[in-house]
């Protein structure tokens, strides 16, 4: 069973719009989720995290939106750039232990 | 500063075979884990240490063994290769568990197991 379910699988965006990645867990004792971005042939690297006592984080063009009642997240990137053309995992943890990684979402950003 | 280097980068094993994949870390960190990547299914932890000598086991396991004796160095043995192993695997560190610092992740080891 997996513990985060990312949806979608897929996304294409047009030059200058809005990304979105969502994700879904039903552990409640996970207190931390990140975002990693991967480029072919490169291990992931961290995009951005949250920790669960806010509701938002900003970085860039890069926001995070986290709504605990519902145990779901979701990445937000603004004025999506060719650049961006990547695969965005989510992913957490509790305590910064065990990591548990979403499926994976493959963005194109078509210029 | 070289980060989190994995070796080999390739490799291709004929079912039965074992081997050693290689993870060092030159950062320090207490934290090293390892994962495997499929298609379609994210990357799932296999085992991690939170320090040298300590090890434990992730949510896919079976079929490796690590082990721990240096700070800087954490290998992944595979016993006897099947073809369900066949994958990316990435090794990982961070400074430790419960803090709150970020995973660097190596650029991944592509195994075969024809």
């Known amino acids: 069973q997996q513990q985060v379910k990312q949806s979608p699988q897929s996304l294409i965006v047009q030059k200058g719009g809005i990304s979105i990645i969502n994700c879904a867990y039903e552990?409640?004792?996970?207190?931390?989720f990140p975002w990693y971005q991967q480029f072919p042939g490169k291990g992931p690297a961290l995009l951005i995290a949250?920790?669960?006592?806010?509701s938002e984080k900003k970085e860039g063009r890069f926001t995070i939106s986290f709504n605990k009642s519902a145990k779901q997240f979701s990445l937000h990137i603004m004025d999506s750039q060719p650049g961006d053309s990547a695969t965005y995992f989510c992913a957490a943890s509790a305590n910064f232990n065990k990591f548990y990684f979403g499926s994976g979402t493959k963005l194109n950003v078509k210029p | 500063n070289a980060g989190v280097t994995q070796t080999p980068k390739f490799q291709v094993l004929k079912t039965g075979q074992s081997m050693t994949l290689q993870c060092a870390q030159d950062?320090?960190?207490?934290?090293m884990s390892w994962y495997r990547q499929d298609p379609g299914m994210g990357l799932r932890l296999i085992h991690y240490?939170?320090?040298?000598?300590?090890?434990d086991q992730g949510e896919v396991p079976n079929g490796y063994n690590v082990s721990r004796s240096t700070t800087e160095d954490f290998p992944l043995r595979l016993l006897s290769a099947a073809p369900s192993q066949t994958s990316v695997y990435f090794c990982?560190?961070?400074?430790?568990?419960?803090?709150?610092?970020?995973?660097?992740f190596g650029d991944g080891t592509r195994l075969s197991i024809l």
């Open positions: 949250i920790r669960p006592d806010v």
């Open positions: 950062m320090n960190h207490e934290y």
């Open positions: 990982a560190s961070s400074p430790g568990q419960g803090i709150s610092q970020p995973q660097h």
């Open positions: 552990n409640t004792a996970f207190d931390y």
């Open positions: 240490s939170v320090g040298a000598g300590i090890t």
